[in-house]
């Protein structure tokens, strides 16, 4: 008993305390569920996702687009131009969403400009497709913290409805 | 045993994959680990001078500290992190989680392997020593394999960056971790399944205290408090006094404060050696002179070497087995409620004819006649 309490009591402890709100449209066909903590700010075509030292930026694209053109391009386009030192990890994994929609995910890490002063900061991007809309998920914080954020942002990764 | 197997084959995986990270990392690991893990063993098992437990159990201590604790910590520390970060936010967590999940999952996961022991065999957990022999043991193999993780994982798993890793976990830092905490915690098991003479509400608190003072001591290494290891770029010269420095300030006041309660068990066991013996004292097993040599390690081993200065190898054989039996045999005394219980008849009669060999070989012996 004391071996379950240790082992489980932690994954048990964290899904009661991690409660998604309403769902947040960010654009046609796309939605997340923040979890509690975390509140939402309209960006452009976008909306950021924050909790003060964890963000996720949802970015919807068209329709029948391509999860890992969509990564690439978003490499090329957002992340490039603003970082230096920019490392990715190898390869691209495969994810699944709850709906059922593939995508692919990388992380990242690099030192960003913003605000003015350059902070390093780790990531990872998932791109995800659906059959009326795509969209990518970009998750970041300071490396120290980002192991901290990392399963919430999964989990609204994961439960978000895209297409 | 099955918790054994499931867990083995998750840390046969995880060691999969840190070969995979860095081959010549992970071997380099292991080879350096060997070199901490065989001294400390032998420390810590020839510390219980009167009754060494069976290599079975220490192995299965080892094990269980090596495969399942580290696996199952493994799998809790990281959602009682994610609990932490919930609770106090993630910049909390990043300075706080190692210090508030890992000393209360890591201890307890290491304890439940000296209460296993315990329930495999009640006998062989008879004393404070014996608690902190198993307790060490589950300490010492999850140090090593924790080790192999923090070389390859986190110090880059290079071969500088594992060079680097063992000196600031082991060189630096080997003496003050796993072996004492959970020592100090198979101390406190031992105590409750031991004192029996106590109440049982006695026993609990003091048991608890030990088990508390090891968490507490692994709290304070994890945490930011009193954190003096230095950060940034250093030179060769300031990390190897610095590190030394910095893990001495949280590590060196437990140590010696364990060190000072494995002193008092061992003199506890030299006490009960003496009572246990008692009954046989001026019988053919054991005689007075016999037990003074008996109950100092360093005696013994002088005595043996005399013998062999004068009578051989052989002789100093029989002598070292004369010497284990009567241990045995005092040994009995505590566990048999009779004088003459077959088991206490057959150990003299095993002493009577030692002793008649011991006699015989130093009488053959060239170099001249020995009393025994």
Known sequence: MVLAAVVVGGRVADSALSVPGQPVQVAAGVSVRPLSGWRSVRQGPGVLFTRGSGNLSVLPAGAGADPAGLAGAYVRQVLQPNAQGLSLSKGLQRVRLGGGQVGVRFAYQGTFRGQGRATPLQGEVTAVAGSRAAAVFDAWAAPEVYEYERADVQEMVETAEVG | MLLLVGTGLLALGQQRSLREMSPSGWMLSWALLALYLVPMFLLVYLLDAYEREPLSLVLG????????????????????????????????????????????????????????????ARSELNGLLDGFVYGAMVGLGFAVVENVFYFVGQFGGQPAGV??????????????????????????????????DQRRGRRLLFAGALCLAAVLAHFLWNSPLLNLF????????????????????KGVPFLVLVVLLVGLARRQERRWLEVAAAGELGGPALSAEELAVLERPRRRWAARRVMRRRSGRRAAALLRRLQRQQLSLAMLHTRLAGDEDPDLVGQRQRIAQTRQALQAAVAASSRGPATV
């Open chain 2, 61 to 120: 201590a080892l094990a269980w500290g090596a495969v399942a604790a580290t696996s199952l910590a493994g799998l809790a520390n990281h959602d009682w992190g994610a609990v932490v970060a919930r609770l106090g936010g993630p910049d909390l967590a990043a300075q706080w989680t190692a210090a508030l999940t890992a000393p209360l999952v890591e201890e307890t996961l290491k304890a439940v392997g000296v209460v296993l022991i315990y329930l495999i």
């Open chain 2, 163 to 196: 060079l680097g890793g063992f000196f600031v976990r082991v060189l630096a830092s080997g003496l003050y971790g796993h072996v004492l905490y959970s020592g100090l915690t198979g101390m406190g098991i031992a105590w409750f399944v031991t004192r029996t």
């Open chain 2, 230 to 249: 230095p950060t940034g770029e250093l030179t060769l010269a300031e990390a190897l006094v610095a590190i030394p420095l910095a893990a001495a300030v």
